[in-house]
């Protein structure tokens, strides 16, 4: 059994990118990843709920999955979410301690709250798939593909779990860094997965 | 399966274990009725550690760092002291390593009147790991688990991963949250929050209480041959498992939280079970959802306990400061009793333990959910 790298997005504030192949998206100046949202032509209304957080990792993990067979209906057990970034979710903690950090303007909103998690991107991209695996979020000062393939890999050691979603998401100050990744145990040799090959798809 | 060698609680009902697991068997809770906690417009029912026991127990311990510290880090190093100083482990070892969960770790520093003493990186949870790792002088960068509230269970199920492929021959287990305006405000804006002590798995239940705490557990793949008496337990299993159903709301069907719990038991006899300890954070949703999936897998005649009428919802130590309890009070063969349980009632009947009651029987199962639709169990026995 190989251990392979199926699919990947890297999305950052200039790039773009799905399995080797740039996609070019036309910007307004409002909010690029509401400008993706559109692009990919989702129908999809909570993602304009969601924190920059949710939406940079939800953004990357459709277009991850964009040309993988995959039944987003079906319960899928075997399916684990793992990611990691350096700023938890502080982005939008910022947001949320403007609703209170003023004694004559207290106004704490539950949606905002919701957003004060890092794992709550795990959990959005699992309710979009139906992903009912392992779902862990890590924080790690700098992106580091040997804790990103060592999680994994200690994810795997569950014999249940075929396939996960991982990498880097992060989103701080307006810059977007994110690295979806997803593995897969298949009998077929392809990318494999290693330190090197996440490195080298992060740069 | 992994060894417990050592641990320790930092909370409101103590700074030892002990303490706390006496106050917890006698039936003594740590949640108290603050004013304007925090200065939060309103009042709450809250489980804290007290500020001036934590200054002159940290002042006693710090002999050499001059870094100003805040509270999250000063009861997380406490711990960890507190911990090691029962154990000969060479903490400066590479074979050491720490893992930290927390939810939230100084994010009361994003309050401008919080952050004059403290750099701007302090919020980030990695620079309060290093801070940690520091103080003991060791060497490896700390792994930080922020998932939500079951934490606790996911940095001891790393633990058992890392320590089982002999990566390291010990793993520092800090489970820590403090509470702030933040956190307070925002379970208020849920709306769930009790201002009454909790009523777990209760008929009248009415939300959670939140606390505060710190709690350590040293786990090794080697055995330990001197244990103290609290130090015989070890960690066997574990599984995360997600409902894919609600980002806030617990699921309606327990299906997340049923899935890690058969995977955790797989190949356990369910007569050996002593205990199932919880989540139980008495809100109506996650109790109900707590029954169902513990229902699912025929375990509903086991005694279930929550132990947060004692210490309230402590968020990321949640996971570790109960595992310890449990595992201290198993030990003791002893059940603890749910503080706040009159009346069950929840969707599915569970056989919630009422009063402290014997068992001689040897595992336990511990729960966790939490936002993001995670679920976790582990599962520990006494050897």
């Not at chain 1, 502080?90 to 207290?106: A, G, K, S, V």
């Not at chain 1, 924080?139 to 593909?145: A, C, L, R, T, V």
């Not at chain 2, 009793?337 to 511990?366: D, M, Y």
Request: with cysteine.
């Amino acid at each position: 059994m190989n251990i392979n790298i199926a699919s990947y997005c890297r999305l950052t504030n200039h790039k773009l990118e799905v399995n080797d192949i740039d996609i070019q998206i036309q910007k307004t100046e409002a909010s690029s990843l509401n400008d993706i949202y559109r692009h990919l032509n989702l129908s999809y209304p909570k993602f304009f709920k969601m924190d920059n957080l949710s939406k940079a990792g939800f953004l990357a993990s459709e277009l991850l999955l964009k040309n993988i067979i995959i039944d987003k209906e079906t319960p899928k057990k075997d399916m684990a979410i793992v990611l990691m970034n350096r700023s938890a979710s502080l982005d939008n903690d910022r947001t949320y301690q403007t609703t209170i950090q003023d004694e004559n303007n207290f106004f704490p909103s539950p949606s905002v709250f919701v957003y004060t998690l890092s794992n709550i991107v795990n959990g959005e991209i699992a309710i979009r798939n139906k992903i009912m695996g392992e779902s862990s979020f890590y924080i790690s000062e700098n992106f580091s593909p040997e804790k990103i393939y060592s999680a994994v890999m200690n994810t795997f050691s569950d014999p249940n779990i075929n396939q996960v979603i991982c990498g880097w998401v992060d989103y701080e100050f307006n810059e977007c860094d994110v690295l979806l990744l997803l593995i897969r145990k298949e009998n077929q040799e392809k990318i494999p997965f290693n330190v090197n090959n996440i490195y080298h798809l992060y740069t | 399966m992994i060894y417990q060698w050592s641990n320790n609680i930092i909370s409101s009902l103590g700074f030892t274990t002990e303490e706390n697991y006496t106050a917890v068997k006698q039936g003594n809770t740590g949640l108290k009725y603050y004013k304007n906690p925090f200065d939060f417009p309103e009042d709450a029912m809250l489980s804290l550690i007290d500020d001036e026991h934590l200054n002159n127990a940290f002042s006693s311990i710090n002999t050499k760092q001059k870094t100003a510290y805040t509270r999250f880090e000063k009861a997380a190093i406490l711990s960890v002291y507190k911990a090691l100083e029962k154990t000969n482990i060479d903490v400066k070892s590479k074979k050491v390593v720490f893992i930290l969960s927390t939810t939230k770790g100084n994010v009361e520093l994003l309050d401008k009147k919080e952050s004059e003493f403290y750099e701007a990186e302090r919020v980030y949870l990695w620079r309060s790991a290093q801070l940690i790792t520091s103080f003991f002088d060791n060497p490896n960068e700390a792994i930080i688990v922020s998932n939500a509230c079951i934490s606790g269970a996911a940095a001891q199920i790393t633990a058992l991963r890392l320590l089982q492929q002999k990566i390291y021959d010990f793993a520092i287990v800090i489970g820590a949250d403090v509470l702030s305006k933040f956190i307070i405000s925002g379970f208020q804006s849920f709306k769930s929050l009790s201002v009454d002590i909790c009523k777990p798995f209760d008929k009248n239940r009415c939300g959670l209480n939140l606390g505060e705490a710190a709690a350590t557990i040293i786990y090794s793949s080697i055995e330990n041959n001197r244990p103290l008496l609290s130090n015989n337990i070890v960690l066997l299993n574990g599984a995360i498992a997600n409902d894919a159903n609600h980002i806030s709301g617990p699921s309606r069907t327990g299906d997340g939280l049923s899935i890690a719990i058969e995977k955790t038991l797989q190949n356990t006899n369910i007569q050996d079970i002593a205990l199932i300890n919880a989540h139980g954070t008495a809100t109506p949703y996650n109790d109900d959802m707590e029954s169902m999936g513990i229902t699912a897998n025929q375990l509903e005649n086991i005694p279930i306990n929550s132990l947060k009428g004692f210490l309230g919802h402590t968020l990321g130590a949640a996971g570790v400061l109960e595992t310890i309890l449990s595992g201290v009070a198993l030990l003791d063969n002893m059940l603890l009793k749910s503080n706040g349980s009159e009346n069950p009632e929840t969707i599915c009947p569970l056989n919630i333990v009422l009063n402290n009651q014997n068992s001689f029987k040897t595992h336990f199962l511990k729960l966790l959910s939490g936002f993001g639709g995670c679920n976790a169990a582990i599962l520990l026995k006494k050897t």
